[in-house]
């Protein structure tokens, strides 16, 4: 689905497909210098992460093992609870491996905070994030991401992954949401 199909549902396309996929693969050659002969374990945020983390992981150059974690903090809402529910945990165990958390989009922080101090607490031997989107004017705490895609404002944005009540996800670019839409 293209931004143009709902633009009545949109207020503004923030990031088109091209620039989307032009810094996945800029963000792959980062992950694969800063990898270099270690193995990597990608681990990504089920749902929104889905486009993401398949098409960051076709744009490298190398094996890597992947899984999936599915975890809440929003519901249906449009805002985030910042209590975190794991909804899929890990088929890997990861004690001893170099984690890259890949997640769409970084809005609080809370969920990915408590991400990232939950697998090191499993004994992975690293434990990065790697974000395609992130907020910063609504982070309540602060997370180390070693990899970001772009910063955003604060709105709330659908398409890529992302989503509003599960729909949206299928738009191939990252717009702002109507605010009609969800009142």
Known sequence: ???????????E???????????LDELADRIEADYVGEELLVVGVLR??????????????RH??????AVSSYGAGTKSSGVVKI???LDTDISGRHVLIVEDIIDSGLTLDWLQRNLVGRGAASVEICALFRKPD??????????VGFDIPNAFV???????????????????LAPHVYS
Do not use: C, F, P
């Open 138 to 147: 609504a982070a309540k705490v602060e997370v180390d991401v070693r990899y």
């Open 13 to 23: 396309v923030l990031v088109t497909e091209a620039e989307i996929h032009a810094k």
């Open 87 to 89: 909804l899929k945990d």
């Open 48 to 61: 929104g992460a889905v486009m993401v983390m398949a098409d960051l992981v076709r744009a490298l150059d």
């Open 1 to 11: 689905m293209r931004a143009s199909d709902i633009q009545d549902d949109l207020t």
């Open 64 to 69: 890597v093992e992947m899984d999936w974690m």
């Open 158 to 176: 659908v398409g890529y992954g992302l989503d509003y009540a599960e729909k949206y996800r299928n738009l191939r670019d990252v717009g702002v």
